[in-house]
């Protein structure tokens, strides 16, 4: 992975959700990254993650990348 994008800031709209919330949203957006295999809610993730995107991407323009590793993301 790109180091630069690890490092890359969390979205300011982010802060709109508390944090229970923000690790719903890591969690869709790691799963639709590195395990798109269909469990349970499989739908609900790919959404979740796909209107983040497209926040990052209006938000913050179409250059910046936010990217979710899995150190980054705690489901417990």
Same mark, same amino acid.
């Given at each position: #992975? &790109? !180091?630069?994008?690890?490092?890359?800031?969390? *979205?300011?709209? /982010? !802060? !709109?959700?508390?944090?229970?919330?923000? =690790?719903?949203? &890591?969690?869709?957006? @790691?799963?639709?990254?590195?395990?798109? $295999? %269909?469990? *349970? %809610? $499989? #739908?609900? @993730?790919?959404?979740?993650? =796909? /209107?983040?995107?497209? /926040? &990052?991407?209006?938000? @913050? %323009?179409? =250059?910046? !990348?936010?990217?979710?590793?899995?150190? #980054?993301?705690?489901?417990?």
């Amino acid at each position: #992975m &790109d !180091e630069q994008k690890a490092n890359t800031p969390r *979205p300011t709209w /982010l !802060e !709109e959700f508390d944090a229970r919330e923000q =690790k719903s949203i &890591d969690h869709a957006r @790691l799963y639709v990254a590195q395990y798109d $295999h %269909g469990d *349970p %809610g $499989h #739908m609900h @993730l790919k959404v979740i993650a =796909k /209107l983040a995107a497209i /926040l &990052d991407r209006e938000l @913050l %323009g179409s =250059k910046t !990348e936010y990217v979710i590793t899995r150190t #980054m993301v705690d489901i417990s």
